[in-house]
């Protein structure tokens, strides 16, 4: 039996409205490989109300930050919504290859592999208060690359903010020291 996805704090304001953005997360089984359950944030991005809601709630929290990070690639999608609400920028941490001009890079073991995640030159300072955003919080590999790779660049983590985690795998164990704010959990 697989866990539902559910809302983590039920004294939202908002938690009428994150019950209905946590039926629209889509649980596919044996994918990518046989034996995961992935969990598709698709059609909560579909939804303008739902997707409007995940914003809006995410960017409550954000702080004191300048900037929004989205992690490739839907914390892309998350991140850009969040800084908007915000009124802060967005900043994108890539996978190697993708940028023009590099600013820092950070290599990092997945379960089946390694990843590299890299920062766009010029656009995150020494200083800078940074507020990560990611889809979904799982092992918390992907999640601690990333602020490591900001921590690197002299940024200051202000907190990470994700959709959905798994709280299973205890990714939050790897953000040590990091506040994790997430808004379902499954």
Partial sequence: MTTPVQVIDTDLDSAV??????????????YPQPGVLFRDITPVLADGEAFATVATEIAARTGEADVVVGV????????????????????????????????????????????????????VEPGTRVYVVDDVLATGGTAA????????????????????????????????GVRVDALLSG
């Fill in 17 to 30: 409205e994150l019950d209905r953005v946590a039926e629209l997360v889509r649980s596919v089984p044996d």
């Fill in 72 to 123: 490739e690639a839907r914390g892309f999608l998350l991140g850009a919504a969040v800084a908007l609400v915000a009124g802060v920028g967005t900043v994108p941490v890539r996978k190697a290859g993708k940028l023009p001009a590099v600013a820092a890079s950070r290599t990092y073991d997945l379960e089946y592999g390694t990843a590299t995640l890299e920062l766009p030159a010029g656009v």
């Fill in 145 to 176: 690359a990333a602020c490591a790779l900001l921590t690197d660049a002299g940024a200051e983590i202000v907190g990470f903010g994700t959709l959905l985690e798994l709280t299973a795998l205890d990714g939050r164990a790897k953000l040590d």
